[in-house]
């Protein structure tokens, strides 16, 4: 069974920093390229990063392009998304998934906010 669980999602103010985690289980991540989406109140769920599934490759949305940095650690099981100089339309639940697979996690909430 597939399951996903993000954390390190927090309070924090412009221009700070946060690194978001993604423990997967139930399958082996190395196998498969991941991504980070992002779902802000009253919008979309929009495609924030991904990575290939050696890590090879990376792609951004344009907003985050330059702040955020999307790496793996295969061995671990784990993804990770290093957010920095974040900024208030950056607040949002963030959630991991693999490009194969329909299954989401329960989100981690990043809220942007002096």
């Known amino acids: 069974q597939v399951q996903l669980v993000e954390s390190g999602g927090g309070l924090v103010q412009p221009g700070g920093s946060l690194r978001l985690s993604c423990a997967a289980s139930?399958?082996?991540?190395?196998?498969?390229?991941m991504r980070w989406y992002r779902q802000a109140p009253g919008k979309e769920r929009e495609l924030v990063a991904h990575?290939?599934?050696?890590?090879?490759?990376?792609n951004y949305a344009d907003s985050v392009k330059g702040r955020f940095t999307i790496s793996r650690d295969n061995a671990k099981n784990m993804l990770y998304l290093q957010m920095m100089n974040l900024k208030p339309e950056d607040t949002a639940v963030y959630y991991c998934?693999?490009?194969?697979?329909?299954?989401w996690g329960q989100g981690t909430q990043v809220t942007v906010s002096s």
């Open positions: 990575i290939s599934s050696t890590g090879g490759s990376t």
């Open positions: 998934k693999a490009v194969r697979f329909d299954s």
């Open positions: 139930g399958f082996t991540i190395s196998n498969y390229a």
